[in-house]
């Protein structure tokens, strides 16, 4: 059982990324899929998710309307579109799967590193 998230890298302010996470050993349809991100110093913050009972996603303050969280069912993988990013976006990404939004985290994936630089 294995989350593997990917898709971080340099970008330049404005810029966009996604980020993916394909699970493996389990079908990530029966899970919340959630998007946390952890900058130096700080405490890791819940970014996005998306609910797997009907699709609700959930979106930060500091992302909305920049981010969209989405799943590709067929793949088994979720995605993390992030747009205009900023500086304050850059911080270490990690994907969760859990009973919801709100609920238990089953499953962690490893993070991967988002850097927002000119």
């Known amino acids: 059982v294995q989350l593997q998230a990917s898709g971080g890298g340099l970008v330049q302010p404005g810029g966009s990324l996604r980020l993916s996470c394909a699970a493996s050993?389990?079908?990530?349809?029966?899970?919340?899929i959630g998007w946390f991100r952890q900058a130096p110093g700080k405490e890791r913050e819940g970014v996005s998710c998306?609910?797997?009972?009907?699709?609700?996603?959930y979106y930060a303050n500091s992302v909305k309307g920049r981010f969209t969280i989405f799943s590709d069912n067929a793949k088994n993988t979720a995605y993390l579109q992030m747009n205009s990013l900023k500086s304050e976006d850059m911080a270490v990404y990690y994907c969760?799967?859990?009973?919801?939004?709100?609920?238990?985290?089953?499953?962690w994936g490893q993070g991967t590193l988002v850097t927002v630089s000119s």
């Open positions: 998306i609910s797997s009972s009907d699709g609700s996603t």
């Open positions: 050993g389990f079908t990530l349809d029966y899970y919340a």
């Open positions: 969760a799967a859990g009973s919801g939004c709100y609920g238990v985290i089953d499953y």
